[in-house]
């Protein structure tokens, strides 16, 4: 005891975003993504340089919420409350209009970056509630909800089937959820250049670009989560770095550090000198610049309710279908 | 030959954190070894296992060592 006592603990290098109260050995196998450390991140990158650095990288939520808008739009009905998951500093929530929508409520895991903005950005009445999206029914009550919406926040979700089924439950009945998600082929550019320059430097590698949903999955994990007149499609935001290390600059600044658990805190700057040099070669413009793909997967989704219109049975239609072409 | 402070702010005076002098000298100073090492994986990146472009890197990392360790 004597002997263990005068020993110094390890000096750390670097400063671990998380204290990491989950055991690695232990935590189940749907828990790939740290939320502590996911929520540390956000604050911290809603909080540098007063809030500045995070807005000059608010472009891809930007662009990602003005087309899911012109998805909100095209529902023809007029919504008292929307809740809206994830929500950041609102990139969505700004858009939407009065004449459509009376209230939103504005849930992200992280306070900072809800509170980023000021309120008189917002054309209509706002609330906000610091809440982890994987515990919505904790304080949403069941079938309460006109609309949810959620503009690329699920992919920081452990149990997103579980989610799905609770975003269902807190709706109303014939409510409906629409949500922009960040697909597989998200940052593969990142993902390959790390992966080659990892093999090659150190001989194996970790994970530092999160799994992603698959667009073929997301229509089964819906209707499998209950939601009815599913439309899943799926697009492509491209943006061009002058370098790797800007991409990696804003990626830091939108709050989207990697947040795997058990991830490496620590890239050997070989690697990641290397990882830049393969990037350029592998995925570079002829301008001479780098790419980085960010694959958005939109979804609708409504709950289902008795006055719905349904497929009709099986072998009930009475028309030829050859007959109405010929 | 006007020595602005914007010129000599800008480029790495200002923001001169080490990761920032390692991403200038990676993607700036030794762009020619940077570009070898890359074409030298792309050539080979089906097959990549450790030290494939170990020849290539060498040169690559004694570029790095050499500019960030002049200030």
Redesign the interface.
């Known amino acids: 005891m004597l002997a263990t006592r005068s020993r110094l603990p390890p000096l750390r290098s670097l400063a671990s975003l998380s204290p990491s109260q989950i055991n690695t050995a232990t935590r189940s196998p749907l828990q790939v993504f740290d939320r502590h450390a996911k929520c540390l991140q956000k604050d911290r990158a809603a909080a540098r340089d007063g809030g500045n650095r995070s807005r000059t990288v608010d472009y891809v939520r930007d662009d990602v919420a003005n087309r899911m808008i012109e998805r909100f739009r095209d529902i023809k009905r007029n919504f008292s409350s929307v809740l809206d998951l994830g929500s950041g500093s609102g990139h969505f929530a700004k858009l939407l209009e009065s004449d459509q929508t009376k209230k939103v409520t504005m849930l992200d895991l992280s306070k900072l970056s809800l509170e980023r903005d000021p309120d008189a950005e917002f054309e209509v009445q706002v609330e906000r509630l610091v809440l982890d999206e994987e515990k919505l029914l904790d304080m949403i009550p069941r079938n309460s909800q006109e609309a949810i919406v959620s503009c690329l926040s699920l992919h920081w979700v452990n149990d997103l089937p579980g989610v799905l089924v609770q975003i269902k439950e807190a709706l109303k009945p014939d409510g409906v959820f629409m949500g922009a998600i960040l697909g597989g082929d998200t940052l593969f550019e990142l993902r390959t250049s790390l992966q ?1 320059a990892e ?5 194996g590698i970790s994970p530092h670009v999160s799994p992603m949903a698959d667009p073929r999955d997301m229509s089964n994990l819906m209707s499998r989560a209950g939601f009815t007149l599913l439309t899943v499609d799926v697009d492509e935001v491209s943006v061009r770095y ?2 790797m ?1 800007e991409l990696l600059d804003d990626l830091r600044d939108m709050g989207e550090n990697n947040a795997i658990i058990g991830r490496r805190h620590l890239l050997h ?2 690697t ?3 990882a ?3 990037y ?3 995925h570079g413009q002829e301008d001479g610049t780098v790419p980085a793909t960010f694959q958005v997967i939109y979804l609708i989704g409504w709950k289902p309710a008795p006055q719905q219109p349904k497929p009709l049975e099986r072998g009930s239609g009475k028309t030829s279908l050859k007959d109405a072409l010929e | 030959m006007q020595p602005t402070a914007l010129a000599a702010g800008s480029s790495s005076t200002v923001v001169a954190t080490p ?2 002098r ?2 200038v ?3 700036t100073t030794c762009a020619k070894e ?2 070898d ?3 030298c ?2 050539a080979t ?1 089906a097959d ?6 170990k020849a290539e ?1 060498d040169k ?2 004694a570029c ?1 060592r050499q500019t960030l360790k002049r200030r």
Do not use: M
């Open positions: 080659l093999v090659e430097r150190e001989g002058p370098t290390w700057r070989d990641l000198a290397a830049s040099a393969i350029k070669e592998l | 990761l920032r390692l991403a000298a990676s993607t940077a570009s090492y890359g074409q994986i792309v990146y990549v296992h450790k030290d494939t472009c890197f690559f990392g790095l």
